[in-house]
């Protein structure tokens, strides 16, 4: 498990001009260890090493040895990158498959740095430039301290360090813990459907929706375009500015729900997602129109399943993931699939009557296919009411089997 936390060292003007030279020659041996491994068709550290390592340190005769290990260990790690979205695409497109840009690094990089280049002691924070290694005091803020604490096994295991446009440096410190046990809880198990105008709906009916996300997207796709049609150079200015700014929001966003989620004060054991691996691959292959494609390419699904792991790993909760195949097709009451059935926002199954909000029959489905899952693998599953505890309808059935008649005072 890893965590990070930024601090900005109070440094004089040559030690920030000994990090920007620092800067451009991590850049420089990042981008030779890249055309090596292309030119080579290979993706081996210690291939690279043996063939590029004494060349780089004459090209880069003040570059730290430490640091040319640092920058062949990421271009490694984007050859390799570079290598996996190339074939995938090679199936689609092979003339631009040909074109794909090799990876590359820009003199205003960020450089990663290992345990060897960077030392953390108390609140002494040392690492090594191109002039000499810096020394600073650094002050970690308090509630990072209290969260991640020594006694837990938290370690400093590295940092990146870079320096942003108002020309302060600032030094990402990574801190991990391989060996912290967490307790899983014994609760209740939970689905989430995530959508484009609900951004997370549970299968207890709790709604986060997406109104502020979509607004904002809208209004920065307007501005975008203005600006792109006009053309000028205080145009081109503006957009440099507010390049970023639609994707600081929605982070902000998936957090916070995220959060909210991992930090629950119900009994929740389990969270099921849907699997949406294959979500890009049918909008590249042309699966959908052309508003659709545009609204799952800003759609930030998997930022939003990547935040909510880490943040319920913390919290002993567990994130599983079913097929996503008829879910929101599905009646979670008959299990009657009828595609019919839905109609923007409300499902009414034409089999059984049950009427229900489309994207809460949806979380009731995900929920109750993990658990089918789980009963048909043997393992322990929590019971729970099965199918109406959205609408406060217990069952009246055990967990796995599937309700045939509908409850009484359900409209």
Same mark, same amino acid.
């Given at each position: 498990?890893?965590?990070?936390?930024?601090?900005?060292?109070?440094?004089?003007?040559?030690?920030?001009?000994?990090?920007?030279?620092?800067?451009?020659?991590?850049?420089?041996?990042?981008?030779?260890?890249?055309?090596?491994?292309?030119?080579?068709?290979?993706?081996?550290?210690?291939?690279?090493?043996?063939?590029?390592?004494?060349?780089?340190?004459?090209?880069?005769?003040?570059?730290?040895?430490?640091?040319?290990?640092?920058?062949?260990?990421?271009?490694?790690?984007?050859?390799?990158?570079?290598?996996?979205?190339?074939?995938?695409?090679?199936?689609?497109?092979?003339?631009?498959?040909?074109?794909?840009?090799?990876?590359?690094?820009?003199?205003?990089?960020?450089?990663?740095?290992?345990?060897?280049?960077?030392?953390?002691?108390?609140?002494?924070?040392?690492?090594?430039?191109?002039?000499?290694?810096?020394?600073?005091?650094?002050?970690?803020?308090?509630?990072?301290?209290?969260?991640?604490?020594?006694?837990?096994?938290?370690?400093?295991?590295?940092?990146?360090?870079?320096?942003?446009?108002?020309?302060?440096?600032?030094?990402?410190?990574?801190?991990?813990?391989?060996?912290?046990?967490?307790?899983?809880?014994?609760?209740?198990?939970?689905?989430?459907?995530?959508?484009?105008?609900?951004?997370?709906?549970?299968?207890?009916?709790?709604?986060?929706?997406?109104?502020?996300?979509?607004?904002?997207?809208?209004?920065?796709?307007?501005?975008?375009?203005? @600006?792109?049609? =006009?053309?000028? *150079?205080?145009? &081109?200015?503006? %957009?440099?500015?507010? #390049?970023?700014?639609?994707?600081? /929001?929605?982070?902000?966003?998936?957090?916070?729900?995220?959060?909210?989620?991992?930090?629950?004060?119900?009994?929740?054991?389990?969270?099921?997602?849907?699997?949406?691996?294959?979500?890009?691959?049918?909008? @590249?292959?042309? =699966?959908?129109? *052309?508003?659709? &494609?545009?609204? %799952?390419?800003?759609? #930030?699904?998997?930022?939003?399943? /990547?935040?909510?792991?880490?943040?319920?790993?913390?919290?002993?909760?567990?994130?599983?993931?079913?097929?996503?195949?008829?879910?929101?097709?599905?009646?979670?009451?008959?299990?009657?699939?009828?595609?019919?059935?839905?109609?923007?926002?409300?499902?009414?199954? &034409?089999?059984?009557?049950?009427?229900?909000?489309?994207?809460?029959?949806?979380?009731?489905?995900?929920?109750?296919?993990?658990?089918?899952?789980?009963?048909?693998?043997?393992?322990?599953?929590?019971?729970?009411?099965?199918?109406?505890?959205?609408?406060?309808?217990?069952?009246?059935?055990?967990?796995?089997?599937?309700?045939?008649?509908?409850?009484?005072?359900?409209?």
């Amino acid at each position: 498990m890893r965590r990070s936390v930024t601090v900005f060292p109070d440094l004089s003007a040559k030690e920030v001009s000994a990090i920007v030279e620092t800067r451009k020659q991590y850049a420089k041996a990042f981008n030779m260890s890249v055309d090596c491994l292309i030119s080579n068709s290979s993706t081996s550290k210690r291939f690279l090493h043996e063939v590029q390592y004494e060349r780089i340190k004459e090209e880069c005769h003040s570059l730290p040895t430490g640091l040319i290990q640092c920058a062949r260990d990421v271009a490694v790690e984007a050859v390799k990158t570079w290598n996996v979205k190339r074939t995938k695409l090679k199936q689609r497109n092979p003339k631009k498959a040909e074109r794909m840009r090799r990876p590359s690094m820009k003199e205003k990089c960020t450089m990663r740095y290992d345990v060897r280049t960077v030392t953390l002691r108390g609140s002494q924070l040392t690492f090594s430039t191109c002039d000499r290694r810096i020394r600073t005091i650094i002050s970690i803020p308090g509630f990072f301290t209290e969260r991640y604490p020594d006694s837990e096994g938290w370690k400093q295991k590295g940092a990146n360090i870079g320096v942003n446009r108002k020309g302060r440096v600032f030094v990402n410190l990574i801190y991990e813990c391989p060996d912290c046990d967490i307790v899983e809880n014994d609760g209740k198990i939970v689905g989430l459907d995530r959508g484009i105008y609900n951004i997370v709906t549970t299968s207890d009916g709790t709604h986060y929706g997406a109104k502020d996300v979509r607004r904002v997207k809208r209004k920065y796709n307007h501005v975008r375009s203005e @600006l792109q049609e =006009k053309g000028t *150079r205080s145009a &081109r200015r503006r %957009l440099k500015a507010i #390049s970023g700014c639609e994707k600081r /929001f929605v982070h902000d966003q998936n957090h916070c729900i995220s959060k909210k989620l991992a930090n629950t004060d119900e009994d929740v054991s389990v969270y099921v997602l849907e699997d949406l691996s294959s979500m890009n691959m049918l909008r @590249l292959r042309g =699966k959908s129109n *052309r508003t659709m &494609r545009k609204w %799952l390419s800003n759609w #930030s699904y998997s930022d939003l399943e /990547f935040k909510l792991i880490y943040k319920c790993q913390r919290n002993g909760i567990r994130v599983e993931f079913v097929d996503a195949r008829y879910t929101s097709q599905k009646c979670c009451v008959c299990k009657t699939i009828d595609k019919a059935s839905r109609k923007g926002n409300r499902y009414v199954c &034409r089999h059984c009557g049950n009427a229900m909000h489309a994207d809460v029959n949806a979380a009731i489905n995900i929920r109750d296919s993990y658990i089918t899952q789980t009963l048909k693998s043997g393992q322990a599953a929590v019971n729970q009411p099965y199918g109406w505890s959205a609408i406060g309808k217990p069952a009246t059935e055990p967990v796995g089997k599937t309700l045939t008649s509908k409850p009484s005072g359900l409209s």
